[in-house]
């Protein structure tokens, strides 16, 4: 995302300026080597453009630093910049997907989720980066608890609220349990220990 007055209208446009005038261009996101940081370290890796990044306590925070001008870029959940982008201060540049977001209804302008490239169709090679949101339970709790609640939030998930809710803040509907849930997590454990391992951000 870039500021609504912006002078960068792509994402290439974007990192030819980074690459012009290294660490120039600040990014905000929500705390110091979290996720936001890891991407718009990712992001400089993969493409030899290189930002400052900093670290806000919030997506939130980092939405209103960059409808007020102060940042120059976030890489914020589309949802956390929704408001902003209907009010024309912020402009969404590209996505990290495999494919374009479900189109949903308008939302700034005649513009939705779907009319957003691609961030690897804009110079980033990146196919995919996600926050996925867990349900955890102790440690120990019987198979049958386990069982219960996974079946609970399946129903939950195919409600039509639930579908309205990811419809109009652009989320994946991706229901992910057991072995399956669990490879998705040592993958993205082991992509995201790379980056910290480089950036030496591991403690011991």
């Not at 069982?147 to 609970?152: G, S």
């Amino acid at each position: 995302w870039v500021n609504g007055e912006s002078p960068y209208k792509s994402a290439a446009e974007l990192l030819a300026a980074a690459k012009e005038k290294p660490g120039a261009l600040k990014f905000g996101g929500s705390q110091s080597k979290d996720v936001d940081q890891t991407l718009v370290t990712m992001v400089g890796e993969a493409t030899g453009a290189r930002f400052t990044y900093i670290p806000f306590k919030s997506g939130n925070e980092a939405a209103v630093q960059l409808a007020g001008g102060h940042i120059d870029g976030n890489t914020n959940n589309p949802n956390e910049n929704r408001g902003q982008w209907q009010a024309g201060m912020v402009r969404p540049l590209c996505v990290f997907a495999t494919q374009r977001l479900p189109a949903g209804p308008k939302v700034s302008g005649d513009l939705g989720w779907a009319d957003i490239p691609l961030c690897r169709d804009e110079g980033i090679p990146i196919d995919s980066y996600q926050m996925p949101r867990a349900v955890w339970l102790p440690g120990g709790v019987p198979a049958e608890a386990t069982a219960f609640y996974t079946e609970l939030l399946r129903k939950v998930s195919e409600t039509p609220e639930w579908q309205d809710y990811l419809a109009k803040s652009s989320q994946s509907g991706r229901f992910l349990t057991g072995d399956e849930w669990q490879a998705y997590i040592r993958a993205e454990q082991d992509r995201v220990r790379a980056v910290y391992q480089k950036q030496g951000w591991l403690a011991g």
